[in-house]
């Protein structure tokens, strides 16, 4: 199975920062790497698929970059709604694969 | 747009097995190159992956869940369902079902909590 690395597993931000999640895959993934948001008691959202295709309706202050195995999801100024949890996912090969989840809360 | 819902026992006892429902409303399950996905969380942790079936039937597992794990679909109904076997308080979680286009997985239920206990 692919292995998925997110990092960092928590980050404490005001609003109005940028903001940067790393994921690493275990082996590549090419470009089969979304991104997603959850929030307390509620599903997961896509929010950036195959690396960096923003999801319909998704705020365009969300963008995603990389390829293979190292890729990056950037808030670039957050923004209140934003405090949640992230998750990335390769779609590239099953089993699906999530990595742990970066909270992201205010500091 | 394409909506789902899960359905099922909130409470199961060990070692019963589990059956949950997805019901898909405003598409049909049958259009379209999708997986039909069940994902689950337990309590305060991240997401694991249990299966999906494709539109014409293949399923494909998670290793750690292949031998009591059935995906499967109903087209007449417009539903897929999980049905987990030999269930222990570890499959305490909440499951969601979900639609994958193979590029990311865009349509999730709302999830439903199950509690494994006696």
């Not at chain 2, 747009?1 to 997805?22: A, I, N, R, Y």
């Not at chain 2, 039937?57 to 030999?86: A, C, E, M, P, Q």
């Not at chain 2, 079902?97 to 909590?113: H, N």
């Amino acid at each position: 199975d692919i292995q998925m690395t997110q990092s960092p597993s928590s980050l404490s931000a005001s609003v109005g920062d940028r903001v940067t999640i790393t994921c690493r895959a275990s082996q590549s993934v090419h470009r089969y790497l979304n991104w997603y948001q959850q929030k307390p008691g509620r599903a997961p959202s896509l929010l950036i698929y195959v690396a960096s295709s923003l999801q319909s309706g998704v705020p365009s202050r969300f963008s995603g970059s990389g390829s293979g195995t190292d890729f990056t999801l950037t808030i670039s100024s957050l923004q209140p709604e934003d405090f949640a949890t992230y998750y990335c996912q390769q779609s590239f090969t099953t089993p699906r694969t999530f990595g742990q989840g970066t909270k992201v809360d205010i500091k | 747009q394409v909506q789902l819902q899960e359905s099922g026992p909130g409470l199961v006892k060990p070692p019963e097995t589990l059956s949950l429902t997805c019901a898909v409303s405003g598409g049909s399950i049958s259009s379209g190159a999708y997986y039909w996905s069940w994902i689950r969380q337990h309590p305060g942790k991240g997401l694991e992956w249990i299966g999906h079936i494709s539109v014409s039937g293949g399923t494909y597992y998670k290793s750690s869940f292949k031998s009591r794990v059935t995906i499967s679909l109903d087209t007449s109904k417009n539903h897929f369902s999980l049905n987990l076997s030999s269930l222990t308080a570890a499959d305490t979680a909440l499951y969601f079902c979900a639609r994958d286009f193979s590029s990311g997985i865009d349509v999730w239920g709302q999830g439903t909590t199950v509690t494994v206990s006696s």
